[in-house]
């Protein structure tokens, strides 16, 4: 299979018509249809579809990993998030094309949504105010120290960054996203034995998704990868209440990539 992106859904919901996009379904609800066509499902073959109420989008990335073999590109939007080359338009038109895509990876290893960036933030502060528990990334730290132990250093140094790229979503090799999943789900299963969800809230269990979006730039950064990014756009929202709702948060997003993430 050659280049695609695939965007994750849980539910019926309108996608781009550009082949280059392909929809896919997580969990166990009802079947999906697009262009009268059931979507492809994270619930075959090697699969954690079941996790999906704790992984989020991750069960189609790991049914990705698993399942789909590519010598091209492979990608992971979502449902109403999308790459683009406006970031003040959510029409369908300015979504990233397969040549937008090609040109990035001619000279840089992932392509990423802007990072976020807080004015009186850190990774960590983020976490545990907004998604989490402060011991969560305590007990992540742990998992990463017995696994990856080389990892650590960097974990530390995203932890008190005041930015990040976020979302779980990226373009790039399938060669490389392999590599990365093979890393990240290594970490992820063992978190998983390790860390105490039975207090936690709907949301609050939903924390495997909201710490590997941290890993994700512990990764970028500890193998020195090169990124391009373009505006992340919410297809649901007008761009305009986007912008409102997140200066009102204190968050914004920057077309920059910091000095120690350069792009080739």
Request: aromatic share 16%.
């Amino acid at each position: 299979m050659k280049n695609k992106i695939y965007v994750v859904t849980h539910k019926q919901a309108e996608f781009p018509c550009d082949p280059l996009y392909c929809p896919i379904q997580v969990g166990f609800g009802n079947e999906l249809f697009w262009n009268d066509t059931p979507i492809i499902r994270d619930n075959s073959g090697d699969n954690i579809s079941a996790k999906n109420s704790t992984f989020c989008e991750l069960t189609a990335v790991y049914w990705l990993w698993k399942n789909i073999a590519s010598d091209g590109f492979i990608g992971i939007e979502h449902y109403r998030r999308y790459l683009s080359t406006n970031r003040f338009s959510n029409s369908y038109k300015y979504f990233l094309k397969e040549d937008d895509i090609l040109s990035a990876l001619s000279y840089c290893d992932f392509v990423l949504p802007e990072q976020y960036i807080w004015k009186n933030r850190t990774v960590f502060s983020n976490y545990a105010l907004s998604v989490g528990h402060e011991t969560d990334l305590d007990v992540l730290r742990d998992t990463i120290s017995n696994i990856s132990k080389e990892y650590v250093a960097t974990y530390d140094a995203v932890l008190n960054s005041g930015s990040a790229y976020y979302c779980n979503m990226l373009i790039c090799s399938k060669q490389l996203f392999d590599s990365y999943c093979e890393w990240l789900f290594k970490i992820l299963f063992e978190f998983e034995n390790i860390v105490d969800l039975s207090d936690y809230s709907k949301s609050q269990k939903r924390i495997f998704g909201y710490v590997s979006e941290i890993l994700l730039n512990v990764w970028l950064i500890k193998n020195q990868n090169t990124v391009k990014t373009f505006p992340m756009i919410n297809s649901e929202e007008p761009s305009a209440l986007k912008v409102l709702r997140h200066i009102k948060q204190g968050k914004y997003n920057m077309p920059y990539t910091p000095d120690w993430l350069k792009t080739k």
